[in-house]
């Protein structure tokens, strides 16, 4: 079984897309103004963005996009803290991981073995 899609709600649907199609190389194949975007990785697993007037989600959830190396892990925690962003360094947990909060009100985890 293969998970085919998710939907996120979002308080900002442009600058969620904006951050996933910079950091994670998302793609978006359909949007709708501020409302909704329909995003693909490279294995055409679908996230669409929804916008949302509350956005709240539990304090553990994440998305998480996993990475080749370390290396990776690295250089996207580089660019991110350089382009402003909150995030502390990679550490040793379940695998070589950093978590950082999303434009649109949600977190994400970045990660390698």
Same mark, same amino acid.
């Given at each position: 079984?293969?998970?085919?899609?998710?939907?996120?709600?979002?308080?900002?649907?442009?600058?969620?897309?904006?951050?996933?199609?910079?950091?994670?190389?998302?793609?978006?194949?359909?949007?709708?103004?501020?409302?909704?975007?329909?995003?693909?990785? =490279?294995?055409?697993?679908?996230?669409?963005?929804?916008? $949302?007037?509350? !956005?709240?989600? &539990?304090?553990?959830? @994440?998305?998480?996009?996993?990475?080749?190396?370390?290396?990776?892990? =690295?250089?996207?925690?580089?660019?991110?803290?350089?382009? $402003?962003?909150? !995030?502390?360094? &990679?550490?040793?947990? @379940?695998?070589?991981?950093?978590?950082?909060?999303?434009?649109?009100?949600?977190?994400?985890?970045?990660?390698?073995?």
């Amino acid at each position: 079984m293969k998970l085919n899609h998710l939907n996120l709600t979002v308080n900002d649907v442009a600058a969620s897309r904006d951050f996933l199609e910079t950091y994670f190389g998302m793609k978006c194949v359909n949007s709708r103004g501020n409302g909704f975007a329909a995003m693909f990785d =490279d294995d055409q697993f679908v996230l669409t963005l929804m916008k $949302g007037k509350e !956005v709240w989600y &539990p304090k553990t959830f @994440h998305i998480g996009f996993p990475q080749e190396s370390r290396d990776k892990v =690295d250089r996207i925690n580089k660019r991110l803290r350089n382009d $402003g962003y909150a !995030v502390d360094p &990679p550490i040793e947990s @379940h695998g070589y991981t950093f978590y950082v909060q999303a434009p649109g009100g949600f977190t994400v985890e970045v990660l390698s073995e």
